[in-house]
């Protein structure tokens, strides 16, 4: 179960990815027309600061699919850089999710909430890296004894 859950994953960050980069896009092509400034601000350096983010963001969010699509094809944990990337994607998601609802709604609230819930899943779906597993799958349990 936990290859499919990497995988969806993976493709819905990818999709998000290019849907921010998309918005941030259009919310520069807005900036960078009008004729209005916030507090002296040039509307040119918004538009260049919305692209950045944009694709900042973006990459980040690729980067977060390309480790799960990783993770899910070679059916291993990721290493100590990609759960922490991870991680960083999950709380990244609660925090939005949790300014979305009052900004955008409730449904954009309910795909962060998804897209957390997937990364989250695939998280503890694959465990510790390294984490050693009998032959059913599951973790070795060791009783303190030594055997001969």
Not at 43 to 58: I, K
Not at 82 to 106: D, E, K, M, P, Q
Request: net charge neutral; glycine share 14%.
């Amino acid at each position: 179960m936990r290859r499919p859950v990497a995988v969806v994953a993976a493709i819905v960050l990818y999709l998000e990815a290019v849907g921010i980069v998309v918005i941030n896009g259009v919310l520069a092509t807005f900036v960078g027309k009008q004729n209005m400034s916030l507090d002296g601000l040039d509307p040119e350096a918004m538009a260049m600061g919305t692209w950045v983010m944009g694709g900042v963001f973006g990459v980040f969010l690729a980067a977060c699919g390309t480790v799960l699509l990783v993770a899910g094809i070679r059916d291993r944990a990721p290493g100590r850089f990609g759960r922490i990337l991870l991680v960083s994607c999950a709380v990244v998601h609660g925090v939005l999710g949790a300014l979305t609802v009052g900004l955008v709604g409730w449904h954009a609230f309910a795909f962060l909430m998804v897209v957390l819930g997937l990364v989250v899943l695939s998280l503890v779906a694959y465990g510790t890296p390294g984490a050693e597993k009998s032959e059913d799958g599951g973790p070795v349990v060791s009783d303190g004894a030594a055997t001969a």
